[in-house]
């Protein structure tokens, strides 16, 4: 607390709060995004089915991978609650497709970063 009111009064106008770039509500969207990236699984699963022009039936995106059926359905479930991933159901097969116009807009959010930190 002591420093607080030091630094108050060697200069009051030095810590003026600067303006946060981006609203909360799209900052916790981008937040949930990249938690949805966060696993290797998951992020192997975005490429696999962006490499498709076809939605991949789960069944096929399990037989890529050396994981349990449950296991897969539950990284699919995380890509599909952060919107990462599309579905369609035929019968009793669920087909996946990766949002492309999501993906683009995550790449919108990094490729806005300032390269070298913003302002010097």
């Known amino acids: 607390m002591k420093v607080f009111r030091r630094l ?3 200069n009051p106008a030095c810590c003026a709060p600067p303006r946060l770039p981006l609203p909360r509500e799209r900052a916790e969207e981008y937040a949930q995004l990249f ?21 991949l039936c789960a069944c096929e995106v399990e037989a890529a991978f050396n994981l349990s ?6 990284h699919l479930k995380v890509l ?3 919107d990462l991933v599309t579905t ?6 669920i087909y996946y497709r990766v ?16 390269p070298s930190g913003g302002v010097s």
Do not use: C, K, M
């Not at 990236?37 to 939605?55: F, K, M, N, S, Y």
């Not at 059926?69 to 539950?74: A, G, K």
């Not at 369609?88 to 097969?93: L, S, V």
């Open 99 to 114: 949002n492309r116009q999501r993906l683009a807009d995550l790449v919108g959010f990094v490729d806005g970063l300032p």
């Open 88 to 93: 369609d159901r035929h019968g009793p097969w």
């Open 35 to 55: 938690r949805a990236l966060g696993d290797a699984t998951r992020v192997q699963i975005i490429r696999l089915l962006a490499e498709h022009d076809a939605p």
């Open 69 to 74: 059926q449950p296991t897969i359905s539950y």
């Open 8 to 10: 108050e009064i060697l």
């Open 80 to 82: 599909r609650d952060a």
